[in-house]
């Protein structure tokens, strides 16, 4: 049998269509990038014109610059928190708890300037992004650190920015705070990494297994934490017991004033039934901070200083960072005594917005950082009385993660209550829900 050649296909129709078919292509193609260019500038220009650049023409690759360099960073830290999260989920399947052991990256992160940088990350995620560009990058974001886009009060495409999208507010009811007055509410939502009571001379927070650091370093050495000095402590616990509260609450604020010996971390020890919660923030959390009580805010504190990282990796290799890093303290009273709350910054989080005191700014360029540097106080009047505040109130808010320290102390409403946590460590927590009460 034979069968008969290839069937040849005229090469002049073919090489035409071929052709038209390019040319077309290069026509769209071509007209597409053209009103990109143009939409790009006007947007720049737009941008500059507002005072959002430093030139007097737009970059047309300012924004789309730094939506993929916004892009980049989200795929790398998403990267980096998976394989953290698996190594530490097998530790703990073994019921291993990581010790602390400083390494080499703790030693250059300290040659990093990680001041500017957070500076620069927040000029970057402060560019208003293209309409059409934010519902996919806030889902790309929400989909690398577990957001819950549901909850946003708004939708995506009015957040002009990643700064914006940070810190949004959360659909009403969201956040149902529990009602109960002899509760303490979370302020954040995060995970708690330790809690407790403060004991001893020179009382203590866990920073992880191995290493500690002193809540008066934290708080600073002007705080009107309520101490009682070594010698004396059975006559103060007396004295506390048959005391009014309201007359402890002027008799510290007095102290705290007129009696700085009491300060003296080698002949002090922390009054009874003062605990302490430390509540980590990831970068998908949500980032507002709220009042876990009735209180009154009287003093508040600024401490300037470094911005190291606050992940798991940290805390278990660098000393003294919840200390060292730039954080805000604020103090009060409440109905069980001594209460204050710090907002820690840290790597990229420089910025912490007090919405009760809006003018307040940080992470602002400095020359040098010194241990001793004393921090910027300020009283809120009128004095002695303060700024009130309700549970679940707004207090401040966060760029990206960070952590928040709670220091309070639990005086019984009842002569037979006794304050207990109703939370454990790795728990997630949510703005709201309790962490303690009175049993």
């Known amino acids: 049998m034979k069968f008969g050649g290839r069937r040849r296909v005229p090469p002049l129709k073919f090489s035409s269509e071929l052709s038209r078919f390019r040319n077309q292509t290069r026509s769209f193609f071509t007209a597409s990038v053209r009103r990109l260019q143009t939409t790009f500038r006007a947007r720049a220009f737009s941008f500059t014109s507002n005072g959002g650049g430093g030139g007097s023409q737009g970059n047309p690759f300012l924004l789309p610059g730094a939506t993929a360099a916004t892009i980049l960073m989200l795929g790398a830290l998403h990267i980096r928190r998976m394989y953290s999260d698996k190594k530490i989920e097998e530790a703990q399947e073994r019921g291993i708890e990581h010790e602390f052991q400083p390494d080499a990256k703790a030693a250059f992160l300290r040659l990093l300037p990680l001041r500017s940088i957070s500076r620069l990350w927040g000029s970057l995620t402060s560019a208003e992004l293209p309409l059409w560009a934010r519902p996919h990058v806030y889902r790309a974001w929400a989909r690398a650190f577990h957001s819950n ?201 420089g910025s912490i917005k007090l919405l009760i005191e809006p003018d307040l700014k940080t992470n602002l360029p400095v020359r040098k950082l010194l241990h001793s540097q004393q921090p910027e106080e300020r009283v809120y009047e009128p004095e002695g009385v303060g700024m009130m505040l309700k549970k679940g109130n707004e207090v401040a808010a966060f760029s990206m993660g960070s952590t928040v320290v709670l220091v309070f102390q639990a005086q019984a409403p009842r002569g037979n209550d006794e304050f207990n946590f109703c939370v454990k460590r790795g728990d997630r927590i949510r703005v709201g829900e309790a962490l303690g009460r009175w049993h």
């Open 149 to 349: 886009l549901e909850e946003a009060a708004f939708p995506l495409e009015e957040y002009a920015s990643l700064q914006e999208f940070f810190v949004r507010t959360l659909k009403e009811g969201s956040r149902p705070i529990d009602p109960d007055p002899q509760c303490l509410v979370s302020p954040v939502d995060g995970t708690i990494l330790r809690f407790g009571e403060l004991k001893g001379v020179r009382p203590m927070i866990d920073q992880v297994k191995g290493f500690s650091y002193s809540v008066s370093s934290l708080l600073g050495a002007s705080s009107f934490l309520p101490l009682i000095t070594e010698g004396k402590a059975h006559e103060g616990n007396s004295e506390e017991e048959q005391t009014p509260t309201e007359k402890n609450k002027k008799t510290w604020w007095r102290v705290s004033l007129a009696s700085p010996k009491v300060r003296d971390p080698v002949s002090v020890s922390p009054m009874k039934g003062i605990f302490y919660c430390v509540i980590y923030l990831k970068p998908g959390d949500y980032h507002r901070v709220h009042s876990p009580v009735d209180w009154s805010v009287l003093v508040r504190r600024h401490f300037p200083g470094h911005l190291f990282p606050l992940n798991e990796r940290a805390t278990r290799t660098i000393r003294n960072l919840y200390v060292e890093n730039e954080r805000v303290v604020l103090e009060g009273l409440w109905q069980g005594g001594f209460m204050a709350m710090a907002a820690v910054g840290a790597t990229n989080v």
